[in-house]
Nanobody
């Protein structure tokens, strides 16, 4: 049974926007920091954004700062990634992740739970 399920990926043109969603099991979401990572073909998985559990502190990679926004809806056990001004280099599979406890985390190795990923493709 999947515990994190992403949706919202697709094919868009450069400059357009997408919003990714990740629904988590309640017992995971309520007690966890959450994050988004991405992996392009032939590249390692890289950090995109993270949000802490209670204070909702956020951090972003330099490559998306100012364009992407991470947020969470605790009533819906959902974390979002709003992606604006998309670039071709944003093309990747995007993964949602969760880690029980406080704080926020930038390393993939710090996360316990992962979704299956959703493809984002940005074309000219």
């Amino acid at each position: 049974q999947a515990q994190l399920v992403e949706s919202g990926g697709g094919l868009v043109q450069a400059g357009e926007s997408l919003r990714l969603s990740c629904v988590a099991s309640e017992h995971i979401f309520s007690g966890s920091a959450t994050g988004w990572f991405r992996q392009a073909p032939g590249k390692e998985r890289e950090f995109v954004a993270t949000i802490s559990r209670i204070i909702e502190t956020t951090e972003y990679s330099d490559s998306v700062k100012g364009r992407f926004t991470i947020s969470r809806d605790n009533a819906r056990n959902t974390v979002y990634l709003q992606m604006n001004s998309l670039k071709i280099e944003d093309t990747a599979v995007y993964y949602c992740a969760a880690r029980p406890g406080g704080g926020y985390f930038l390393s993939a190795g710090d996360y316990t739970y992962w979704g299956q990923g959703t493809q984002v493709t940005v074309s000219l």
